[in-house]
């Protein structure tokens, strides 16, 4: 669309100018969104009688440890938010593949949610294994079984054209009555009357980035306090993975392709149900590894925190605000995982409850779907209406479009 | 065998049937809802963030107001409220209607909770006293009947009202000019348009009416069923209404059969005491048949053709 404009213009702009024009377009939308996100947060906070600017004080403090006003050590509050990026990524891909080829994966939570089981049912079971096999043997654990609850949904969409909003919602109900199927009262329980498993074997554990040691002192507290573990470093390759999967790889061009046009992908040659089913997978993977890496490297068993997980959903936010590629998603991860950071800092410091952290990330989601400040503009007489549907720039738009009626056509080909 | 024989006669008690039929009327109320909205062209998988509304303001106004009745209506206005946030999102400004229900859900989690923190201490809401809960109704003479009269007329009184409102739905959309263009609207808003039906304002109504519905099912929940609000108190309630729309295909008696279907299961687990099945395995059921039908095991289930697709006249 900026090429176009440009063109029109008759004067062709530096390709500098125009890269950096480009890249500044990109992110207007995202950082207009969290702009907007954060302003209405504040009125909200303002309109129950809560102070805006302390409340936004202790988050930054949370997230990023600075402006601290009540204590809190920057290094151990950066480390806690790294802790809550690391799945994020990983799932936050999960959900940005699917888009690509126009498929909607609000399923990463159940997905993540099996992973977890997965990684933990296998370091429980080979518990005495040595750390060279247990230790991917729990992480590849994790990806399979991730892949297999959204290879559900793949093989469900490609052969019957079942919508994968619905049947992944489905999916995540029922990982979530598994869980506590197997922590509650299960096979899986470590004593009556507690709602956690057995600890994985210490040959699973992924272990923290600095050393553990009470001696060491970084940042004015003991190394082993900080929980950055190895799993960040996963997380990166994932996203780096998923970067060159997406642009790189045959399969990538196909999603795309996909996602751009089932027709069109069709009649290039392609199976789309193939690169359906393969996306799923894939997409399924990334979201087990996370519930895999987290089991891992954090909690090293089951517990009932993981009945509230929001990952998951977290992700889609992610992988929206992030427009879909690697880097994006990195940012976004970043920032929504200070914001968890921060929420229990703003409780402490701030009395406004943590989880105004979920009323911004829904406002973030708002404006990025709705793309307020666009719509907006498009009815400004000056700009004038002709500019195409609003929905078909965004990852999110490709998924109202052809569906099971292109599959049938699929079908009468082969 | 003797499971099956003993859950044979729990079916013929008449309060197994009473409790199916309350469980089925907490998921009937959004899943009609849900019919209307995806009837006219909008997704909407916000059900359970406008139920979660619903219960939690219908506790905060019977705090204040100590009148059921009143709580139920401002708990029906919050859920239209939530409601007219995924309408404008999506109609006005065409955004995607599943990351606008999304939203919506997540909103709703944060804003109850946040509320409570803000004005209640850090947890407890506060229990309500029996009087000023919606009351039970017993229709005189009819709730003698045997069976039936257990089963239909000693019921809370929205069980009775949702009831009506099934019937209300059915007729609305298949019977009237009104359901007739709705329809029209979710099926081809494009020639609906033409033919001179203002698209915009079908829409806008369809949601907000969803929105109506689950508030009044939170209310249910919370000053009916319960007597008090916890935070994420739904539970996936507003998903499995979800699913019962699916699964009754897109029609309000079709949802009505599902609801009554998941009801019954639960009211089978909760008054038997010779399953010995874990509570959290049956509550797959739900979702398990859900998929089921929609692998088209059990007959294809079809949404309506214009279904998430927002509506942007002059752009084809």
Redesign the interface.
Known sequence: MAASSTAAAGRPAPPLAASLRRAGRAVAVPAGSVVFAFLMGAV?VAV???NPFAAYQALICGGFGLLCSGGENAGLQVSNTIVFLTPLIMAGVAVALPFRAGL?N?GAEGQLIVGAIACTTVGIHFAAAPAPVLLPAVLLAGMAAGAAWAG?VGV?KAL?G??E???T???N??A???L??LI???PLQLHNGFSVSSPIGAGAHLSTLLPHDDKLIVFGLPASVYRVHVGLLIALLAAGTYAFLLWRSSFGYEVRAVGQSQKAARYAGMSVRRTIILTMLISGAFAGLAGAVQIAAVDHNLTDKYF?D?TG?DA?AVA?LGLGTATGIVFAAILFGALHGGGAVM?SDAG??G?????????I??S?????LR?LKLRLPAVG?AA????AE?P??A??GES?TALADDEGLA | MTVLSDIGHLLLTADLWHAALAAAVLLLLPALGGVISERSGVVNIAMEGMMLTGAFFAVAADLILHDPWLSALVAMVAGGLMALIHAVVSIRFRADQIVSGIAINIFATGITVFLINRFYGLQDVGHLPPSELLPNLQIPLLDQIPFLGRVLFQQNVIVYVALILLLLVHVLLFRTRLGLRIRAVGEHPEAADTAGINVYRLRYGAVISSGLLSGLSGAFLAIGISNTFVPNMTDGRGYIALAAMIFGKWTPFGAFIACLIFGLGQAIYDNNSIIHVSQYLLSMLPYILTLVVLAGVVGRSQPPAADGIPYAPGTE
């Open positions: 909200i129950t009688g809560g909607f609000i559900i469900l019957t079942a919508h909003v619905v049947t919602i489905m999916l109900y029922i979530q009555w598994l506590r199927f509650i009262g299960g509230s929001t959903f889609i929206l409780q406004i409850s989880n105004l952290v979920y009323v911004l990330q829904a406002l989601l708002f990025i779907a709705a793309n307020f719509t209406r195409g549907t609003p929905a965004a999110a738009g998924l109202a099971a």
